[in-house]
């Protein structure tokens, strides 16, 4: 049986920005996993995910045939499809295979954290995938082939997620151009646009100064990041003045919260973390999108008072905050005061990738 494990992510800063082409982020791995599991079948394969039925699929000329409602299966199905094309190009016959999902990004009950379960998904699928049919992995092709997946599902989305998930750590991100890339997936062989290079794509490793402490809190209200990634799209062309003035102010931010990384300055990270949560509370306001909520603006104060420095973490709306503290601060009363307001504590730790699990 094959097995690959592909990581939640937190945004830490960049949020909405990063959607344009060529405008940076930052964002974490944590471990909190999804595993996917493989394993050879004949004459028909099945596909299961989080403790649902397995729904069972066939061949018919080598495309996927599949019974039954497939919507919860579409990141899936769309990373097996894009695999399948370049193994295809590659000269490997098409198999059949049972494929089973299990998730550390939800609770017992099935609501999600906000840790990117989408992309984890995705990521563990195309990994699994390329060691089923003995093609080679690197981080490139990963991240490349689970883009590829990925925007073929949502075409308005960064895939910084898919970038944090595959690469792990801390990094930076900027975005591609997605519009180049749907265009060349539709003119040349998947193998050929590997060994592009990919417009405005940027990925930076980032080491974290060493007494900087990441604190998650979650509100236990799920959000829906494409709905409010939405409206946002709606209005911003209405809005144009006010969105390019938080893209030009977020890019400000960022690349001084990078250089702040580099120079393993924790003041100045928790100083461009305040300004790049109020740029996102100031043009959500401004574009009549909620992006911090009262639980979120309470996760965040509460940090503050116990002089970190927070925002929340993702398109806002629900689901998780981000707190940055020095590592010899005592989190207790933090923790106490968050639990009294309904914010539960999430112990997870920095998620470093080695290999190929």
């Known amino acids: 049986m094959i097995?690959?494990?592909?990581?939640?992510?937190?945004?830490?800063?960049?949020?909405?920005?990063v959607i344009e082409p060529g405008f940076p982020a930052i964002l974490v791995a944590v471990d909190q996993f999804i595993t996917v599991c493989l394993e050879k079948s004949t004459e028909?394969?099945?596909?299961?995910?989080?403790?649902n039925e397995p729904i069972f699929w066939t061949r018919n000329n080598d495309k996927l045939t599949i019974e039954g409602h497939t919507n919860r299966l579409s990141y899936i199905l769309s990373a097996i499809n894009i695999?399948?094309?370049?193994?295809?190009?590659?000269?490997?016959?098409?198999?059949?295979?049972?494929l089973r999902v299990s998730s550390d990004l939800v609770t017992q009950d099935g609501v999600k954290y906000g840790l990117g379960s989408s992309a984890a998904v995705t990521v563990g699928t195309i990994e699994s995938l390329l060691k089923f049919y003995d093609i080679?992995?690197?981080?490139?092709?990963?991240?490349?082939?689970?883009?590829?997946?990925?925007?073929?599902?949502?075409?308005?989305?960064?895939?910084?997620?898919?970038?944090?998930?595959?690469?792990?750590?801390w990094i930076a991100y900027t975005s591609f151009d997605r519009k180049w890339?749907?265009?060349?997936?539709?003119?040349?062989?998947?193998?050929e646009l590997l060994s592009l290079e990919w417009p405005n794509l940027s990925i930076e490793s980032l080491i974290p100064p060493k007494k900087l402490n990441l604190?998650?809190?979650?509100?236990?209200?799920?959000?829906s990041t494409t709905n409010l990634v939405d409206k946002i799209r709606d209005?911003?062309?209405?809005?144009?003045?006010?969105?390019?003035?938080?893209?030009?102010?977020?890019?400000?931010?960022l690349e001084k919260m990078i250089n702040a990384f580099k120079s393993n300055d924790i003041d100045e990270i928790k100083k461009q973390i305040q300004i790049n949560r109020g740029l996102l509370v100031k043009t959500g306001n401004e574009l009549g999108v909620k992006i911090e909520t009262p639980q979120l603006k309470e996760l965040c104060d509460i940090a503050l008072k116990y002089n970190g420095s927070a925002k929340p973490s993702g398109a806002g709306g629900g689901d998780c905050g981000i707190a940055i503290f020095n590592r010899e601060y005592d989190l207790a009363l933090l923790i106490e005061e968050w639990n009294e307001s309904g914010i539960i504590y999430l112990p997870l730790k920095v998620y470093n990738r080695i290999g190929f699990n």
């Not at 028909?44 to 403790?51: A, C, E, F, H, L």
């Open 83 to 98: 695999v399948e094309r370049y193994a295809r190009e590659l000269g490997r016959n098409l198999l059949y295979f049972d």
């Open 181 to 191: 890339v749907l265009d060349k997936l539709n003119s040349t062989t998947i193998s």
């Open 136 to 169: 080679e992995i690197t981080l490139d092709k990963l991240f490349k082939l689970s883009s590829l997946a990925n925007i073929l599902i949502n075409d308005k989305g960064s895939c910084s997620d898919i970038a944090a998930c595959v690469y792990g750590g």
């Open 215 to 223: 604190v998650i809190g979650w509100t236990g209200l799920p959000s």
């Open 235 to 253: 209005r911003k062309e209405k809005k144009s003045l006010i969105y390019n003035r938080f893209l030009n102010d977020s890019k400000k931010c």
């Open 3 to 17: 097995t690959s494990k592909a990581p939640g992510k937190l945004f830490i800063a960049g949020e909405y920005a």
């Open 44 to 51: 028909k394969g099945s596909i299961s995910t989080y403790n």
